[in-house]
């Protein structure tokens, strides 16, 4: 037998120390990041949500100017959370339009009547086709989409307060 | 109690949808059954879609019936999700550089088990 085999199996103990303790040490992120980032966004075409107000198509983008994506629904109350910093947004001058996901007409307006309305257009996308379409899993979610029609960035969860200025800026560079 | 009642009666009486309903052509709900088993709820992490009560989880279920239905194979399916989610939404992982120790293990405990069994019934002899 030869000497050095002796100390396999306090090398292999070593190892699986450092794997635990490093997984211990890291903080868990069980946020699910959308693929398809920096790639085109997907196509569709969704309903109007509330009168007055038009639906929305994957041909509203890439018209030469970014615009935000609001993923939201009228029963998420972080997307309640989240509307004051979309209204300091708009007041920028950022353009923002949302797909509601698992939502009623009349449920959207009064949301938007107590919470302000930011929104150019909304599509209704009651079973959360276009959602998955665009590797979204969950609510609220924006994605930005830049002047030629491509996803390059996603904000997962609600907007807060110290995220609005770093949005301008992202919102500016993708021109 | 009453409220899950309600809920359920809630989507019992909206337009029948796919979450959670079967197909007609049993083959084909047993293709779509197969593939919602392997693929991830991306909501709830622990479950697949096939296991999963949340909404999204159905939403999940519609989309693989509604694309069973169309004639789309479980294949398609599941690239079209990994194109979106990453490899993290199938449950059946693709063999990769991050994957390669979960396949290349088995067979190497089995080598390593071989190399020990092979010098021990030659110390027996």
């Known amino acids: 037998m030869k000497r050095w085999l002796i100390w396999v199996p306090l090398a292999a103990f070593a190892i699986l120390f450092v794997v635990v303790a490093s997984g211990l040490m890291r903080p868990s992120d069980t946020t699910v990041h959308s693929t398809l980032v920096d790639k085109p ?3 569709f075409r969704l309903d109007p949500m509330v009168p007055g107000k038009p639906g929305l198509a994957s041909g509203d983008f890439g018209k030469g100017r970014p615009r935000l994506l609001n993923v939201f629904a009228s029963w998420c109350i972080p997307c309640i959370a989240e509307a004051p910093q979309l209204m300091a947004l708009k007041a920028k001058g950022v353009e923002i339009d949302a797909i509601a996901i698992h939502d009623k007409g009349p449920a959207i307006a009064d949301f938007l009547r107590r919470n302000g309305d930011p929104y150019t257009a909304i599509g209704d996308d009651a079973r959360s086709r276009v959602q998955l379409s665009l590797g979204s899993s969950g609510v609220p979610e924006t994605f930005l989409i830049d002047g030629r029609g491509r996803i390059v960035r996603q904000y997962i969860g609600d907007i807060r307060a110290d995220q609005v200025d770093q949005i301008v800026r992202d919102v500016e560079a993708a021109r | 109690m009453s409220l899950f009642l309600a809920l ?6 909206s ?4 979450g959670n309903t079967q197909l007609a052509d049993p083959r084909a709900e ?3 059954r197969a593939l ?3 693929l991830r709820c991306v909501v709830c992490q622990g479950q697949s879609i096939a296991d999963s009560d949340a909404d999204m989880a159905a939403d999940m279920r519609a989309l693989v019936r509604q694309r069973i239905a169309k004639g789309e194979s479980p294949a398609a399916i599941r690239h079209w999700l990994i194109e979106r989610y990453g490899d993290y939404v199938s449950y059946d992982p693709p063999l990769s550089g991050a994957t390669a120790l979960l396949w290349a293990t088995p067979i190497l405990l089995l080598g390593v088990g071989a190399w020990i069994a ?8």
Do not use: N, V
């Open chain 1, 41 to 43: 966004l997907p196509d």
């Open chain 2, 36 to 38: 919602m088993g392997e």
């Open chain 2, 118 to 125: 092979r010098s021990s019934f030659r110390k027996g002899r």
């Open chain 2, 30 to 32: 047993a293709q779509a």
């Open chain 2, 15 to 18: 337009a029948p949808d796919y």
């Open chain 2, 8 to 13: 359920t009666l809630a989507a019992a009486a």
